[in-house]
């Protein structure tokens, strides 16, 4: 049973940065890809960002290309969302995931309790 534990979430500024962090309770952090999925106040759940056990490949929803990054490091058992030139519209509870490489909430079965992001105009 993996354990995930998001931080880092807060209130930015629009245009500002934050980095997520996401701690894993165990060494089989590493056999797993991770995701970063969001829910927004009356939305869905969405993909966001995916990264494969060994970090050699990610993924990521085109609203997001170019301005988040993730990484990990299976020494530390942690995943990270580095956002940059947040917008309003990036505001949302950020959730991480373990499970397989894939966009789909289905392929992940463990999740995290979520941080809240919220980018101010």
């Known amino acids: 049973q993996v354990q995930l534990v998001e931080s880092g979430g807060g209130l930015v500024q629009a245009g500002g940065s934050l980095r997520l962090s996401c701690a894993a309770s165990?060494?089989?952090?590493?056999?797993?890809?991770m995701a970063w999925f969001r829910q927004a106040p009356g939305k869905e759940r969405e993909f966001v960002a995916s990264?494969?056990?060994?970090?050699?490949?990610?993924y990521y929803t085109d609203s997001v290309k170019g301005r988040f990054t993730n990484s990990r490091d299976n020494a530390k058992n942690t995943v990270y969302l580095q956002m940059n030139s947040l917008k309003p519209e990036d505001t949302a509870v950020y959730y991480c995931?373990?499970?397989?490489?894939?966009?789909?909430?289905?392929?992940?079965?463990?999740w995290g309790q979520g941080t809240q992001v919220t980018v101010s105009s």
């Open positions: 990264i494969t056990w060994s970090g050699t490949n990610t």
């Open positions: 995931a373990a499970g397989d490489y894939n966009t789909s909430q289905r392929s992940y079965g463990y």
């Open positions: 165990e060494r089989s952090f590493s056999t797993y890809s």
